[in-house]
């Protein structure tokens, strides 16, 4: 499995748990049962990355989403912008600019061009904050 599509798979999981009140091992489970994916390191590290540091990760985003609330931003955006928060903030390996880059990219496959622009916006700025 490729980085991208990995990063993929982490997206997926982490916008099931968002309709999902189940343990974090048993979505995992249940996915990779389900879709016959088999998650690497990275599709593990995030996701279970995300959950385990949900409350700073939402933080962030809150304080970048000028007049924005999280219960008002899309269910798809939120996914994405947690896990490209938390590759920028917990994930030294990956380049701030390939986070924001592929947290696009996905935007733009899931979601809609606003969403893009709107994730792009905030991964800009939180960038810049940790440059």
């Known amino acids: 499995m490729t980085r991208k ?4 798979e982490a997206f997926i999981l982490i916008f099931e748990k968002e309709f999902n009140d ?10 990779e049962e389900v879709r016959d994916i088999k998650a690497d390191e990275y599709v593990k590290n995030v996701f279970f990355g995300v959950f385990n540091n949900v409350e700073k990760i939402d933080e962030v ?4 989403a000028v007049g924005w609330t999280i219960k ?13 928060i938390y590759e920028i ?32 916006g905030i991964l800009s700025t939180v960038a810049k904050q940790n440059a």
Do not use: G, H, W
């Open 89 to 120: 903030e917990f994930y030294d390996e990956i380049p701030v600019s390939v986070s924001i880059n592929e947290a696009v990219e996905l935007a733009k496959k899931y979601a809609t061009k606003e969403d893009a622009s709107f994730i792009n």
């Open 5 to 8: 599509q990995a990063r993929e």
């Open 22 to 31: 189940d343990a974090l091992e048993d979505i995992l489970s249940l996915a």
């Open 72 to 84: 008002r931003i899309t269910k798809t955006a939120l996914a994405i912008l947690r896990l490209a």
């Open 61 to 64: 985003i809150s304080q970048n």
